[in-house]
């Protein structure tokens, strides 16, 4: 194990006191947001609850405790003394008890994370969003106790579950990552953060990426280990579009770790179903981009559909009616993966993000569809405000439809209540912490919003996050 850094973001001693067990034998509950399962051990003071990680729900284990609180302890079970029928060799063994974070789930079945994520979706629905979303979400049609909806898998997983080879089935879930990162430990050697810590481990395998990453050798060539032993930060990209990149401390290297001048990679994105054929876009190697290489596609089409309604080929039109289609406020746009579909479908949009860089990149990215007006700078409930009222003359020159796709922590009140304010026919949410998505949800429906659809997509397997996709229409 090698280390650097300053410590755990938010200290957790693992050390008990004399009396504190190291290990304890747990019989493991439902799992909870965050990649574990609750377990109330007996015999414990009232209430203590453990987080137990690497576990499956009724399973029995041993786990040895990795940090206390006064309300809880953290445990990883490092046997499963009664397993679960959904427990499978790890796809990823480093990323198992005392390993890096990222992985946390490649014990279970991929059609097993899908139910674990469904039922942690309903929790938060339930316990952070409360009564009024919780019953707004068990009245859509596909939703049944206890509440949340079926948590969909991405088109190549659905590709290799039903593969007939088992060792195809068995990797079910691999190889999709097209971004990944790496830090280096103080031996020089690239790993990954621990979970919730500064730790860095050695890996050597990165099962989860793409073969184009895989391939690069980045964890086991002995030319790639020298170059990156003084490296802190590295980045892997394998476009959809061309050769992958590394990216080592801001220089773009190629796969033969030559530097590059050019700085951008080229995604394209099949939008056949949307009619739109192939959407071509240039962002910076280091930019954010959706990960999982089948996640722009079902994004692009999911909301661009939710948003649009019949104007891209599905149904329940918003802002219908209006001459060129409806007026679209986008909210955290990024380099313009929706915005374009959304310009070339819709009517007006104006598109307000964060990044410069990003905002640079969407420019180039929105050629295609002038009429689009990119705007650079923060989303907040006064920003919100302003731009969702300042469409073209014309009717009220307020946005039909606000699409917005918030970094974790979600939008937050004042931003919704802005678009509240605004008063869209439709707000077509894109969520991927589902807690963040219960609080804006419930934002958005005390403003009178009522929940239409809410869409779940497995776009992260082997771990625990997932995206989530909520529209709601003004009645
Ligand atoms: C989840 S990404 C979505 C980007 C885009 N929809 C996509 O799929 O590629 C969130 C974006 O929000 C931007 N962002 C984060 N906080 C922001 C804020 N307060 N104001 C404006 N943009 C913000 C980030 O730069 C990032 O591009």
């Known amino acids: 194990m090698s280390g650097r850094g300053r410590g755990p973001a938010r200290q957790e001693k693992a050390r008990g006191g004399a009396h504190e067990p190291e290990e304890m034998i747990l019989v493991v509950g439902p799992p909870a947001h965050g990649g574990h399962c609750v377990a109330r051990p007996q015999g414990e003071?009232?209430?203590?609850?453990?987080?137990?990680?690497?576990?499956?729900?009724?399973?029995?284990?041993?786990?040895?405790?990795?940090?206390?609180?006064?309300?809880?302890?953290?445990?990883?079970?490092?046997?499963a003394l009664t397993a679960s029928p959904d427990r499978v060799e790890p796809v990823w063994p480093e990323a198992g008890p005392g390993?890096?974070?990222?992985?946390?789930?490649?014990?279970?079945a991929l059609p097993a994370q899908r139910t674990w994520k469904r039922w942690v979706l309903a929790d938060c629905l339930r316990r952070i969003g409360g009564p009024e979303v919780a019953e707004a979400v068990l009245a859509l049609p596909f939703s049944t106790p206890p509440g949340g909806v079926p948590v969909e898998p991405m088109p190549c997983e659905?590709?290799?579950e039903t593969a007939e080879d088992p060792r195809v089935r068995a990797l079910a879930g691999t190889g999709t990552r097209t971004r990944v990162e790496l830090a280096i430990g103080d031996d020089g050697a690239p790993g990954m953060h621990a979970f919730r810590s500064a730790t860095i481990l050695p890996v050597r395998d990165l099962p989860l990426a793409v073969p184009a990453i895989r391939d690069l050798g980045l964890t086991t060539r002995g030319s790639w280990r020298r170059r990156l032993a003084r490296a802190r930060r590295v980045q892997a990209v394998a476009p959809s579009a061309g050769a992958p990149v590394v990216i080592v401390d801001g220089t773009v290297l190629s796969a033969s770790g030559r530097p590059l001048s050019r700085q951008r990679v080229d995604e394209s994105v099949d939008a056949s179903g949307l009619g739109l054929g192939e959407l071509r876009y240039t962002v910076r190697a280091d930019a954010f981009w959706q990960v999982h290489r089948d996640a722009p596609r079902a994004l692009v089409e999911a909301v661009t559909r939710a948003a649009l309604g019949d104007e891209a080929g599905g149904a329940g039109a918003s802002g219908a009616g209006r001459p060129g289609g409806p007026r679209v406020l986008e909210l955290y746009s990024g380099s313009g993966l929706l915005t374009l579909p959304l310009a070339l479908l819709g009517g007006e949009v104006i598109s307000l993000e964060g990044s410069e860089r990003a905002v640079r990149d969407a420019d180039r990215n929105l050629r295609p569809a002038p009429r689009a007006r990119l705007m650079a700078g923060r989303v907040t409930g006064a920003s919100v405000t302003e731009l969702g009222r300042s469409f073209s003359p014309g009717g009220d020159?307020?946005?039909?439809?606000?699409?917005?796709?918030?970094?974790?922590?979600?939008?937050?009140?004042?931003?919704?209540?802005?678009?509240?304010?605004?008063?869209?026919?439709?707000?077509?949410?894109?969520?991927?912490?589902?807690?963040?998505?219960?609080?804006?949800?419930?934002?958005?429906?005390r403003g009178g919003y009522r929940l239409e659809g809410l869409r779940a997509l497995d776009m992260f397997p082997h771990t625990h996050h997932f995206e989530t996709i909520a529209v709601l229409q003004r009645p």
């Open 45 to 79: 003071p009232e209430g203590r609850v453990v987080f137990v990680r690497h576990a499956l729900p009724g399973e029995t284990v041993r786990a040895r405790i990795t940090a206390r609180t006064s309300k809880m302890w953290r445990a990883d079970a490092v046997e």
């Open 99 to 108: 390993g890096v974070g990222g992985g946390e789930l490649s014990h279970v």
């Open 158 to 160: 659905t590709a290799a």
């Open 397 to 445: 020159g307020r946005a039909d439809v606000v699409v917005l796709d918030p970094p974790r922590q979600g939008a937050g009140r004042d931003v919704i209540e802005a678009i509240v304010g605004v008063g869209p026919a439709r707000v077509v949410l894109v969520a991927c912490d589902p807690a963040a998505l219960a609080r804006d949800v419930g934002s958005l429906l």
